[in-house]
């Protein structure tokens, strides 16, 4: 048996790792922590397996990945939508080994690319992004919970409301201090921040989860974000096109920074006008000048300088 033939499929959870080997069969369970992975390398060395394949599960197969990246491994993440589509056109049940199966397969199936693993001053900026959206996330409940709060609780609400504003503009100072620590981000940082909409946690978000930033073609941008319509057409029929899959917190800030930039770039501004004026609903349009401004972006930090947004530019 070829050892390149080898694929390794992880099921995460917040306890334990289940491991699978295809096509050997052969399986392993272990703690989702230091030692657990310390023994899960142990027993994948000897079998220099193509690919590690673990399902993106927001935060909890992070350690095993970057874990795997720095023992030599080359591990990919999948989209948990498409490996639960295999797993139906396969007729599986839904169990940790099976879905660990599964994975191996998907990811020998699909020749599934290697993930590039974050350096350790990424993981740093994804951690101070990710705990400021969570903050803001608190302060937007708690503004809602103070508009129809009794006077009895108001002042509590405020105070927590005035704690949470310094904890956000406490963490902004942290993320704007580590975007400094590295050439490379400072240089991306200066292009990203001269662009119309796009400000301070955009570029974090954009510099710690979209690493891969001005590095492939719009059209895969556009797909590995998740604003690319996704057709759904059956013989005579033309379904409505969807976005689905993607980075969800790179589209939330690519959103935010294109509600800016429709009302103030005239470029941007005529585009959503027009989607709207040919009868497109405005989430639609919104999306669409979402993905403009990505491929506006992506190539902004593919060439290394700013290039003007014109009619002409924003289809490409």
Avoid at 114 to 129: G, T
Avoid at 145 to 155: F, H, K, V, Y
Avoid at 286 to 292: N, Y
Wanted: with cysteine; charged share 25%; hydrophobic share 45%.
């Amino acid at each position: 048996m070829s050892t390149a033939s080898i694929w390794v499929g992880i099921d995460v959870s917040q306890k334990q790792l289940d491991v699978y080997v295809h096509p050997s069969g052969e399986t392993l369970n272990v703690k989702n922590e230091k030692e657990g992975i310390e023994q899960l390398i142990e027993f994948l060395t000897p079998l220099h397996p193509e690919r590690v394949v673990l399902e993106a599960t927001g935060r909890l197969e992070r350690l095993a990945l970057c874990e795997l990246a720095a023992a030599g491994f080359v591990v990919a993440l999948a989209n948990p939508q498409r490996v639960r589509s295999y797993a139906k056109a396969l007729g599986k049940a839904k169990t940790d080994r099976l879905d660990a199966q599964v994975l191996a397969r998907f990811g020998e199936a699909t020749q599934l690319a290697p993930y590039p693993v974050p350096e350790a001053l990424a993981l740093q900026l994804m951690d101070v992004v990710g705990r400021q959206r969570q903050l803001v996330e608190i302060m937007v409940a708690e503004k809602n919970r103070l508009s129809r709060a009794r006077s009895t609780i108001r002042q509590d609400i405020t105070e927590h409301i005035e704690q949470l504003q310094k904890r956000i503009n406490a963490l902004s100072e942290q993320l704007q201090h580590l975007m400094q620590r590295s050439d490379e981000w400072k240089r991306k940082r200066q292009l990203l921040l001269s662009l119309c909409g796009v400000g301070e946690l955009t570029t974090a978000v954009l510099l710690a989860e979209l690493p891969e930033l001005g590095t492939m073609s719009h059209k895969k941008m556009a797909r590995l974000v998740g604003v690319a319509p996704v057709n759904r057409d059956s013989g005579q029929h033309r379904g409505t096109r969807r976005i689905q899959g993607g980075r969800a917190s790179v589209r939330s800030a690519l959103f935010m920074a294109t509600l800016v930039a429709i009302r103030h770039h005239p470029v941007l501004k005529a585009h959503y006008q027009q989607l709207r004026q040919r009868g497109k609903l405005k989430l639609v349009a919104l999306m669409a000048c979402a993905r403009k401004l990505l491929v506006w972006l992506n190539a902004i930090v593919r060439d290394g300088q700013v290039r003007p947004l014109t009619p002409a530019t924003a289809l490409d």
